[in-house]
């Protein structure tokens, strides 16, 4: 190859990367305001964006990835868990999390502390980070709509779940609601059997809990549910 068709190369590629660099870039910037839904930012979101800090929950939590790795990313905890849960989670962590062995402290947040927070996830959980750290983006939904969609002639469990109005506040696939947590979620934390038991008396498994009873079931219906309900954790089939 002659010298100047090295020099020739060297400089169109430098220079053709670097616009693309400077492009791209432009391009971020210019969509940040979107992807942050920075119309929403409002005073309230600020203040809990002060208690999160002060309270310092990023020494346990991740945010968008950053803070301690011991507890939950809670980018999209709100989403994930809902409002109420959410909710519960802040005011009495000892007795949502009273199964379980990693511990979250009671902190004794006030509860405008808590509304704040509230607001603070619930902004966080809207903010488009191209589902970056990967988690709950509406494609990885699509394998349990068809699921649930599908299942409902075939399982019964998915039938009760359609019957008995879950998703009136529970998200499932790309449906539902976010006043309780997202059933995948509860999936992945949950076995057939705990759900079951829960589904007769939440309160007594999860003190506080705002979820209804499902005491007018048979036991043998409310079993259905939780094995369609545990079978949404990835990797497993119904
Ligand atoms: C000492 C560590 C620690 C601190 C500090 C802490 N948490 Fe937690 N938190 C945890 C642990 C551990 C869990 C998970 C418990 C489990 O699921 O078993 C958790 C769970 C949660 C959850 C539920 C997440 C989910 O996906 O289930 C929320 C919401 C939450 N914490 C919010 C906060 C907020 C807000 C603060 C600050 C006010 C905070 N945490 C401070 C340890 C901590
Ligand atoms: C009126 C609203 C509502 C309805 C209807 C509802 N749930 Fe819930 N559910 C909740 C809320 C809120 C929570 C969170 C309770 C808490 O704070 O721990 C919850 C929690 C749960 C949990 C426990 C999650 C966990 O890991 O702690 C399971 C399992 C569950 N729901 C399943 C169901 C199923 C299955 C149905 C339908 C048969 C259903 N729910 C109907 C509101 C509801």
Redesign the pocket.
Known sequence: MSERAAKLIFWVGTLSSLALFLGLTWDTHRSFAALTHADKLDANVVAGKHVFENHNCNDCHTILGFGGYYAPDLTRAYKR?????????LASPEK?FASSYRKMPQQHLTPVEIDRLVDFLRWVGGIDNHDWPPQDSDTRWKASTRRLVGGAAMSPGAA??SQ???????ALGNAG?H???R?E??AT??DAD??AR??AD?QA??P?????K?DH?SEGQ?QA??E??ASLAEGRTP
Do not use: K, Q
């Not at 868990?81 to 989670?89: F, I, P, S």
């Not at 008995?164 to 529970?170: G, T």
């Not at 506080?208 to 209804?212: D, E, L, Q, R, Y």
């Open positions: 868990l809902g409002e109420d849960a959410v909710r519960l989670r949502a009760l779940v008995e109005a879950c998703l009136a506040c529970h609601e006043r309780g947590p059933l979620y509860v934390r949950r705990w759900i829960y589904l939440p498994l999860t506080g809990s705002t979820m209804p499902f079931l409310r549910i939780a369609f309900v």
